[in-house]
């Protein structure tokens, strides 16, 4: 299945979102690609990290993406940037599945529902479109959050994850070293987040693993 990771603004986190769910899906045993249309690279770029330290499973990154790949794949992770508008909106037309990492803020919410525009003039009917509240914030306290899910739930077509992923040094450390944060850091609370969101976008894999480090190629 071709799975687009995108949204209208900056500082979602689709990146590492993407990233750690490509990871993710190779471990399950799908054969899985990265398809890289966000003009910065970073999809690219983490990649690289990870062939440079030889870590496995290595997943091939492409920057272009056709219906036809999809015959070679069992998965497609596709992240996409709007500074190349077109190849979103064609990303979109052949995606199977939408996700939606979306910061905890009223900006985010309006970039969302501006997003979700875009997702219903391209996408096929049984496109699954899901939302993803990102980098939430861990104080108890705080609001933003639920506020900000209680605006997302009221968008038509827009399914919300109920888990969060929280804004955590893990994330930001892991990727900057070519990891995925269940790599790196498999009892960390961020693992879970990631292993646990996985598991309910694909209905596959068992609970997450807490012992085994990131194996290097052989």
Request: proline fraction near 5%.
């Amino acid at each position: 299945m071709i799975t687009v990771v995108g949204n209208f603004k900056g500082g979602t986190g689709k990146s590492t979102v993407a990233f750690n769910l490509a990871i993710w899906l190779a471990i399950q045993g799908r054969k899985t690609a990265v398809v890289d249309l966000d003009p910065q690279g970073s999809l690219t770029d983490v990649m690289y990290v990870r062939e440079e330290m030889d870590y496995s499973p290595l997943l091939p990154v492409f920057q272009e993406l056709n219906k036809k790949m999809i015959k070679n794949w069992d998965e497609l992770i596709v992240d996409v940037g709007t500074a190349d508008l077109p190849a979103m909106e064609k990303a979109l037309t052949i995606a199977g599945r939408v996700i939606i990492p979306v910061a905890p803020s009223q900006p985010d919410v309006w970039s969302t529902q501006r997003f979700m525009d875009l997702v219903r003039k391209n996408c096929k009917k049984d496109t699954i479109v899901t939302g993803l509240i990102n980098r939430a914030d861990t104080h108890p306290k705080v609001k933003e959050t639920e506020e900000t899910m209680e605006a997302l739930t009221m968008i038509s077509g827009l399914k919300m994850q109920k888990s969060y992923l929280y804004q955590r040094t893990a994330y930001r450390r892991a990727f900057s070293e070519g990891l995925t944060v269940f790599e790196m850091m498999p009892a960390n609370k961020a693992a879970g987040e990631v292993w646990r969101l996985s598991r309910s976008l694909f209905k596959m894999g068992k609970p997450e693993k807490k012992k085994k480090k990131p194996g290097r190629s052989k």
